[in-house]
Every structure is written in structure tokens, then in C-alpha cells.
């Protein structure tokens, strides 16, 4: 168990890091001259839910302390920039208990009364679960069966291609695995048989299953106020596009601020220790840098410190701790070979705040980069190594060829080695959907035969698809800015740096490589230093624990080398 501790490198009235029970969050005081009595514990959900929500909910918790109330946001365990759940625990109730912790920490570590929780869909549910010592709920859009809410995972797992390739691997949608007896204990749950709650409830969300729930709350004699969920749609779409749901957070603050308008003088201070999650052979701090950039350096506590220090990009508009933890959990494998890694939000993302819109692709990330290979530096750092996912990867590469300083990339699915305004953001709908590896890989299987005879392949759409790359394949590799790109590559070579590339078989980033640099590379791997891999199953996002488990190997074995 780990004690509560608050960063206090910051303004009063600044956003701080805390950790508890393994559990890592951020604590946002109250704004203002007085607080109110009560404060907030903003639970999020799970999986992909909790990337879409984590700025949408720092969000709110900002305008909540800026009206009074000390907030409390934090990552469950196995999820986010917490540590992972201890073999033999069960994640229902360790996630239960989260949020009980949850509660009391805010109550330590701010002076309030008593506690509301705010839950954004399955961490609505656990509000709900836990709600005994709740002053008041706040359900956004909660799951209310719990076998309906794995049904719509696993046909979203079915049809995105992210469930698991391993039969022994737990059931994964989007980065989240649930182990057998997990589910089981989340199909048994249903809040219309939930036998006490909160005094006040607000609850965001127009289905019939809540019309149901609303129902039985008031039964047991609660104050329910029933609002839709405008917004809902733009709140889950990926998160480098989605949109916080600017009409309902504006009801839930002033839900919160007619109903507990009662105020209290702020504690004179937070307490006085670093944040810090501590694992068997590594030691997390959050930090603020830069351009009021958030990240956590990750360092070695089992082994002497190398030279050498990783930077973890964001993958795509994703938080830092990546899909499915996968930043998070390469930082901690590669503290077991002495390499100390930031993980960091870029401006706009995550937990860093941004002056104005950001792109993906078009918004720079040199500032960010130049302000963590400082901040890496005065750790000790001598040689930078970049990691990055998707367009993490993309900026990893453009910037390290760009920076001596950096000495190293690893990239994982780029599905973007030079980006062109116009290109479409959605990987996933480009064309067909397949590499054209993939295509050729397939011409060799008797089950595409059989589809074939059974009328099953558009050979039509799959041949306009062919012909249409290969003609875009040609424009591009004779483009002056894939003549660059190739420069660049050689320059980093010649000056001794080494990067990797991983690729699934289907996975567009193969057909960037081959574009640029020819069949399987070549051009690439021409270079001393410049190597990659085709692994098949890889997923684009990471979404399977195969992929990661794939991509630490690798990672591993990089450092290593």
C-alpha cells in the first residue's frame, strides 16, 4: 500500500499529482478564496472509454474547482499511469475499493466534509457500487446491466479485429482485459437491484434501462434528477477528434453548485510529499515542464542507471500511459535494464493543457520534444532514445533525424511517414483496410480460394485498390519529400543512429515503409543501424495483449542490443 502523497511543485491553486493504493491521479484544489463543504471524486471508465474521457474529464474537473469544489481524478488500477493489479486480485472489487480510497483521499488531502462521486459509464457504475459514504451521485451514461455492456464490448472487439489472438488471454476490447472471473462478476451486475443510495442523484443518460434505474433510486428515497446526453456520440469518437460534452458538464456543474452551495475556509496547505508510485525494480514521478507540458519519469531502483533515457510519444491523441498501459509498461520493462523514460502528454493531450486546436499530424511537436530531451538531461541523460506508436512514431522519426541529441527511435506502426493535408485520419477505413503484404500473403491460402468460389472476395474492388496504390506508391517515392525522408535516414545513420520499425502484416504503416523505401524496406535496411520487422497479428494500436506483448519483446531486445 502506498500512503497518499501530493506533488508540491506547483501554485497553490495548481493541479498536483497524488498517488494512493497503487493508484495514480491528479488533485485539483479549489480555485477560489473558499471551497465548498463538499468535494468531487471524478471516477472514469474502462478501457477505450477512459482514454476518450481523460481530457474531457480534466476538463470538467478544472471548471468544478474553479466554482469551489476540490476534485479528485484518478486512473484505476491496471489501467492508466497506476501500477498493475497484484496477481490474485479481483479487478471488481479492487476497482470498488478504488473508489472508497478515492473518497477518503480527497477528504485528506482537501479538509472537505463530505463527497460527491461523478462516474462517466462503467465508472458510473462503480460510483454506484460504492457509494456508501456518498453525499450525492453523479451517473454519466452508466452501465446499469452488466452483461448487456459485455455483449456490446465483445461485438465492438469482433468487429474492430482487437480481440485477443491467444485463447489463453483473457477477453480484450480495445486494450482492456477482463479475466474470466471478472466477467462474471460484472454480468451479475444490475443497479436496479442495488438496495441503498446517495441522498441526491443526477443522472445523465435517456435509455430505458435508466429510466428503470431512476425509478428504483427514487424508491429507495433519493432526490433523482433525469437529464439526456447531448453530446454523447462526439464524446466516444476517437480520441484525437472527440469533443467534450460541453451542455452536459455545464448541467452537472450546476447541479453541483445548487446543491451544495455551502462553503468552508481552505486548509492553509496540501501536504508536503512527492507523488510517487514505486514498483519491485522502479520508482514514478509525475512532473510539469516546459510549456506546462505533464509527464511521468520513470526511473531504475534494482540496477546501476545507463547513459541513455527514453521518451514516449503520445500514440495518436491517446493519454501517455498509451493503449492497453502499453507506454507505462514499457517504461517499467525497460527500468529492469537501467533506462530511465518520460512518458509525457503533448500540448493539447492528455493532461497537458494547449493555447488552441491541435492535429494529430499538422501540430508541431518540437517545442514538446525539445523541453523533455531538456528535461531528461538534467537527469543524467546522455543519449536519447524516441518511441512512438502511430503518429507518436511519426514525430519520433521527423524529430530524430532533425536532433543529434537523439541517438535512437523505435516506431511502432507509422501509419505516416509523411503526412499531406488532406490524408485521412482514419487508419482503419483506408481502402480496403489491408496492407498489400497482406493481399499477397493471402493469394497463398487456400481459404481465400474458397472464399473466392464462394463469391465471397470482390475481386473487382480488391484489384481498383491494387492498381490505385501502386499508382499512388510511384507518385509518392518520386515526391521531393520522400526524397528528403531518405536523406534524412541515411544523415541519422551516418552520424551512428540506430532505430526500428515494427509492423503488422496488415497494418498500412507496411505499405508507407515499402513506398518510401522500397520491398521489405530495402532502402531502409540498407543502412547500418536501420532494421525492421514484419510480425503478423500485430495490431495497429496495440489493442491486443498479444501486440504489446510483442512490441515490449522487441522493445527489449532493442535496448539490449
Same mark, same amino acid.
Given at each position: @500500500?502506498?500512503?497518499?502523497?501530493?506533488?508540491?511543485?506547483?501554485?497553490?491553486?495548481?493541479?498536483?499529482? $497524488?498517488?494512493?493504493?497503487?493508484?495514480?491521479?491528479?488533485?485539483?484544489?479549489?480555485?477560489?478564496?473558499?471551497?465548498?463543504?463538499?468535494?468531487?471524486?471524478?471516477? *472514469?471508465?474502462?478501457?477505450?472509454?477512459?482514454?476518450?474521457? !481523460?481530457?474531457?474529464?480534466?476538463?470538467?474537473?478544472?471548471?468544478? #474547482?474553479?466554482?469551489?469544489?476540490?476534485?479528485?481524478?484518478?486512473?484505476?488500477?491496471?489501467?492508466?499511469?497506476?501500477?498493475?493489479?497484484?496477481?490474485?486480485?479481483?479487478? =471488481?472489487?479492487?476497482?470498488?475499493?478504488?473508489?472508497?480510497?478515492?473518497?477518503?483521499?480527497?477528504?485528506?488531502?482537501?479538509?472537505?466534509?463530505?463527497?460527491?462521486?461523478?462516474?462517466?459509464? %462503467?465508472?458510473?457504475?462503480?460510483?454506484?457500487?460504492?457509494?456508501?459514504?456518498?453525499?450525492?451521485?453523479?451517473? $454519466?451514461? *452508466?452501465?446499469?446491466?452488466?452483461?448487456?455492456?459485455?455483449?456490446?464490448?465483445?461485438?465492438?472487439?469482433?468487429?474492430? &479485429?482487437?480481440?485477443? $489472438?491467444?485463447?489463453?488471454?483473457?477477453?480484450?476490447?480495445?486494450?482492456?482485459?477482463?479475466?474470466?472471473?471478472?466477467?462474471?462478476?460484472?454480468?451479475?451486475?444490475?443497479?436496479?437491484?442495488?438496495? #441503498?443510495?446517495?441522498?441526491?442523484?443526477? @443522472?445523465?443518460?435517456?435509455?430505458?434501462?435508466?429510466? $428503470?434505474?431512476?425509478?428504483?433510486?427514487?424508491?429507495?428515497?433519493?432526490?433523482?434528477?433525469?437529464?439526456?446526453? *447531448?453530446?454523447?456520440?462526439?464524446?466516444?469518437?476517437?480520441? !484525437?477528434?472527440?469533443?467534450?460534452? #460541453?451542455?452536459? %458538464?455545464?448541467?452537472?456543474?450546476?447541479?453541483?453548485?445548487?446543491?451544495?452551495?455551502?462553503?468552508?475556509?481552505?486548509?492553509?496547505?496540501?501536504?508536503?510529499?512527492?507523488?510517487?508510485?514505486?514498483?519491485?525494480? /522502479?520508482?514514478?514521478?509525475?512532473?510539469? %515542464?516546459?510549456?506546462?507540458?505533464?509527464?511521468?519519469?520513470?526511473?531504475?531502483?534494482?540496477?546501476?542507471?545507463?547513459?541513455?533515457?527514453?521518451?514516449?510519444?503520445?500514440?495518436?491523441?491517446?493519454? &501517455?500511459?498509451?493503449?492497453?498501459? /502499453?507506454? #507505462?509498461?514499457?517504461?517499467?520493462?525497460?527500468?529492469?535494464?537501467?533506462?530511465?523514460?518520460? &512518458?509525457?502528454?503533448?500540448?493539447?493531450?492528455?493532461?497537458?493543457?494547449?493555447?488552441?486546436?491541435?492535429?494529430?499530424?499538422?501540430?508541431?511537436?518540437?517545442?514538446?520534444?525539445?523541453?523533455?530531451?531538456?528535461? @531528461?538531461?538534467?537527469?543524467?541523460?546522455?543519449?536519447?532514445?524516441?518511441?512512438?506508436?502511430?503518429?507518436?512514431?511519426?514525430?519520433?522519426? +521527423?524529430?530524430?533525424?532533425?536532433?543529434?541529441?537523439?541517438?535512437? @527511435?523505435?516506431?511502432?506502426?507509422?501509419?505516416?511517414?509523411?503526412?499531406?493535408?488532406?490524408?485521412?485520419?482514419?487508419?482503419?477505413?483506408?481502402?480496403?483496410?489491408?496492407?498489400?503484404?497482406?493481399?499477397?500473403?493471402?493469394?497463398?491460402?487456400?481459404?481465400?480460394?474458397?472464399?473466392?468460389?464462394?463469391?465471397?472476395?470482390?475481386?473487382?474492388?480488391?484489384?481498383?485498390? =491494387?492498381?490505385? &496504390?501502386?499508382?499512388?506508391?510511384?507518385?509518392?517515392?518520386?515526391?521531393?519529400?520522400?526524397?528528403?525522408?531518405?536523406?534524412?535516414?541515411?544523415?541519422?545513420?551516418?552520424?551512428?543512429?540506430?532505430?526500428?520499425?515494427?509492423?503488422?502484416?496488415?497494418?498500412?504503416?507496411?505499405?508507407?515503409?515499402?513506398?518510401? /523505401?522500397? *520491398?521489405?524496406?530495402?532502402?531502409?535496411?540498407? +543502412?547500418?543501424?536501420?532494421?525492421?520487422?514484419?510480425?503478423?497479428?500485430?495490431? !495497429?494500436? =496495440?489493442?491486443?495483449? /498479444?501486440?504489446?506483448?510483442?512490441?515490449?519483446?522487441?522493445?527489449?531486445?532493442? %535496448?539490449?542490443?
Amino acid at each position: @500500500m502506498i500512503s497518499p502523497q501530493i506533488a508540491t511543485d506547483a501554485p497553490a491553486d495548481a493541479a498536483r499529482a $497524488l498517488s494512493f493504493a497503487g493508484s495514480f491521479g491528479w488533485f485539483h484544489p479549489a480555485t477560489q478564496g473558499l471551497m465548498r463543504k463538499v468535494g468531487v471524486v471524478i471516477v *472514469p471508465g474502462l478501457g477505450r472509454d477512459a482514454r476518450c474521457g !481523460h481530457k474531457p474529464l480534466r476538463l470538467l474537473a478544472e471548471s468544478l #474547482a474553479d466554482l469551489g469544489f476540490p476534485v479528485l481524478r484518478y486512473d484505476h488500477l491496471g489501467e492508466g499511469d497506476s501500477l498493475p493489479l497484484g496477481e490474485g486480485d479481483e479487478a =471488481l472489487a479492487a476497482w470498488t475499493q478504488g473508489v472508497a480510497s478515492a473518497a477518503k483521499v480527497l477528504r485528506d488531502a482537501s479538509g472537505v466534509d463530505e463527497v460527491v462521486l461523478v462516474g462517466l459509464r %462503467f465508472g458510473a457504475t462503480l460510483a454506484a457500487l460504492a457509494q456508501a459514504e456518498a453525499r450525492g451521485l453523479v451517473l $454519466l451514461a *452508466p452501465v446499469i446491466l452488466g452483461r448487456r455492456w459485455l455483449r456490446e464490448l465483445k461485438v465492438a472487439a469482433a468487429v474492430g &479485429r482487437t480481440s485477443s $489472438l491467444d485463447p489463453a488471454d483473457a477477453f480484450e476490447a480495445e486494450g482492456l482485459s477482463l479475466a474470466a472471473d471478472t466477467q462474471a462478476r460484472i454480468s451479475a451486475i444490475d443497479l436496479t437491484a442495488v438496495n #441503498a443510495t446517495a441522498p441526491k442523484v443526477l @443522472m445523465v443518460a435517456q435509455t430505458e434501462a435508466s429510466d $428503470l434505474l431512476g425509478e428504483h433510486l427514487k424508491a429507495l428515497g433519493a432526490e433523482v434528477t433525469r437529464s439526456d446526453f *447531448p453530446g454523447y456520440e462526439a464524446l466516444f469518437e476517437d480520441a !484525437h477528434s472527440n469533443l467534450p460534452p #460541453a451542455e452536459v %458538464f455545464g448541467r452537472v456543474a450546476a447541479w453541483l453548485d445548487a446543491n451544495y452551495p455551502d462553503l468552508k475556509a481552505k486548509p492553509s496547505a496540501a501536504p508536503a510529499a512527492p507523488a510517487a508510485l514505486v514498483g519491485t525494480d /522502479f520508482r514514478e514521478e509525475a512532473v510539469r %515542464f516546459g510549456p506546462d507540458l505533464a509527464g511521468v519519469i520513470c526511473r531504475p531502483t534494482a540496477v546501476e542507471p545507463s547513459r541513455r533515457a527514453a521518451i514516449i510519444c503520445n500514440t495518436g491523441g491517446d493519454p &501517455r500511459a498509451g493503449i492497453g498501459g /502499453f507506454s #507505462a509498461a514499457a517504461a517499467r520493462l525497460l527500468a529492469g535494464q537501467g533506462v530511465a523514460t518520460l &512518458r509525457f502528454d503533448f500540448a493539447g493531450l492528455g493532461d497537458s493543457p494547449s493555447v488552441g486546436p491541435v492535429h494529430v499530424y499538422e501540430t508541431s511537436r518540437t517545442a514538446d520534444l525539445d523541453a523533455a530531451i531538456i528535461l @531528461m538531461q538534467a537527469q543524467g541523460a546522455e543519449e536519447i532514445i524516441l518511441i512512438g506508436a502511430c503518429a507518436g512514431g511519426y514525430h519520433a522519426l +521527423h524529430y530524430a533525424c532533425r536532433d543529434p541529441r537523439v541517438g535512437g @527511435m523505435f516506431v511502432i506502426n507509422a501509419a505516416k511517414m509523411i503526412w499531406r493535408p488532406g490524408d485521412s485520419l482514419a487508419i482503419d477505413k483506408r481502402d480496403q483496410g489491408k496492407s498489400t503484404e497482406a493481399y499477397k500473403q493471402g493469394v497463398g491460402r487456400p481459404e481465400t480460394w474458397l472464399r473466392l468460389l464462394r463469391g465471397q472476395v470482390d475481386v473487382v474492388a480488391v484489384a481498383r485498390t =491494387l492498381l490505385s &496504390r501502386l499508382a499512388s506508391r510511384w507518385r509518392k517515392r518520386a515526391n521531393p519529400e520522400a526524397e528528403q525522408l531518405r536523406a534524412d535516414m541515411a544523415a541519422f545513420a551516418a552520424r551512428g543512429g540506430r532505430a526500428h520499425l515494427l509492423m503488422g502484416v496488415e497494418d498500412p504503416s507496411l505499405d508507407e515503409v515499402v513506398t518510401y /523505401f522500397g *520491398p521489405a524496406g530495402r532502402d531502409w535496411r540498407a +543502412h547500418e543501424g536501420l532494421t525492421l520487422s514484419i510480425r503478423q497479428g500485430l495490431d !495497429h494500436s =496495440l489493442a491486443r495483449r /498479444f501486440s504489446r506483448k510483442t512490441a515490449l519483446a522487441e522493445l527489449a531486445a532493442f %535496448f539490449q542490443a
